[in-house]
């Protein structure tokens, strides 16, 4: 079978590689980046197609007669038309849960950096030879412990990130459709509006979907505690940004952390970039070596079990 693989840099980056899928079956050829340009070309006999972010439309798919499978080397799998694939007969598969406990890790990690300002201390240990005292402060320092910790979306990523709320001793909210008799213990299920209200601290975790998107907004945003933190690694239509931004910028919100953004890499005119009390990386919650590892072996079982006429993880059956 041959087999390409779209933009594999992404995953493999410098210390991975693609070893799992070279086996006699498959024919790999590994391309780092794809542009729009090339997809057509380089899939043009491919009976297998790997993509993490190259996108694969309606046009695309139809103009590729050999093609018979698309893995989608990550979770969401938006970036590949499934209605047109389903049409054409085309196996749509995802990776699912590979990524979970590393991005719960980042939840805490920005947070953790918010309430103890770590990155504002250790740049500036500078300062401490010369503070009166043995510490040295310039900013509020808070504790977790008894705070209210929203989680909207309670799936394997937010229930990973309500068992550390747990363990820091915050009272956790979730907004799911799940019973709430089979909610984990300690977890409360609550609605929307209601966390909004009572949230100190508020985490994305479902998928972006016509009710979701910009879930955040204005209007929500008003209803929040002006001393509330935002988080969102799930993904960046989430939120309005501009509202966000403009939360941030006249004291309704304290803070946003984000790993997603609406666009990535974003467009220097981003409000999010020049807004104050706003923490971003970029787009590397699931991007530990262990949570990439992970991928690679899932996507290669991915792809022996619809060799073998017996897939797993289809997303468009």
């Known amino acids: ?31 780092d980046r794809t542009s729009p340009g090339e997809t057509l070309a380089r899939c043009a006999d491919a009976e297998a197609v790997l993509t993490n972010k190259v996108i694969l439309s309606a046009d695309t798919i139809e103009a590729l007669p050999h093609l018979r499978y ?9 970036v590949v038309d499934c209605d047109a694939a389903r049409r054409r007969g085309v196996v ?9 406990a590393s991005v719960a890790q980042l939840v805490f990690a920005h947070l953790l950096n918010i309430t103890h300002r770590v990155s504002h201390y250790a740049e500036r240990r500078s300062q401490w030879p010369s503070s009166l005292d043995f510490m040295w402060t310039d900013t509020p320092l808070t504790e977790l412990s008894g705070k209210t910790f929203g ?36 977890v409360t299920k609550v609605t929307w509006e209601a966390m909004l209200h009572d949230a100190d601290v508020l985490s994305l975790h ?22 509330a933190i935002l988080i969102n690694t799930g993904r960046g239509p989430l939120v309005d940004e501009q509202a966000v931004a403009d939360a941030l910028s006249s004291g309704r919100l ?18 999010l970039l020049t807004a104050p009390r706003c923490y971003l990386t970029p787009h590397i919650a699931w991007a530990t070596r262990e949570a990439r590892q992970r991928l690679i072996a ?18 468009n059956g």
């Open 92 to 100: 749509v598969t995802n990776i699912p849960a590979y990524s979970t």
């Open 1 to 31: 079978m041959k087999v390409v693989i779209l933009d594999g840099y992404s995953v493999t980056q410098s210390d991975l590689d693609w070893s799992a899928l070279l086996t006699p079956e498959f024919q790999v050829t590994v391309y």
């Open 70 to 78: 698309i893995g989608v080397l990550a979770t969401g799998y938006n």
């Open 151 to 186: 989680i909207y979306g309670l799936g394997n990523i937010g229930t990973a990130v309500s068992r550390i709320a747990l363990a820091f001793g915050m009272k956790v909210q979730a907004v799911t459709s799940r019973e709430a008799e089979t909610l984990p213990d300690g």
């Open 206 to 227: 479902c998928p972006l979907t016509p009710s979701t998107r910009a879930m955040i907004n204005a209007e929500t945003l008003a209803l929040m505690r002006p001393s």
């Open 254 to 271: 304290a803070a946003y952390c984000a790993d997603v953004l609406s666009t990535e890499p974003p467009s220097a005119d981003n409000p």
């Open 298 to 315: 899932i996507a290669a079982r991915n792809l022996q079990a619809f060799f073998a006429g017996q897939p797993v993880n289809v997303v």
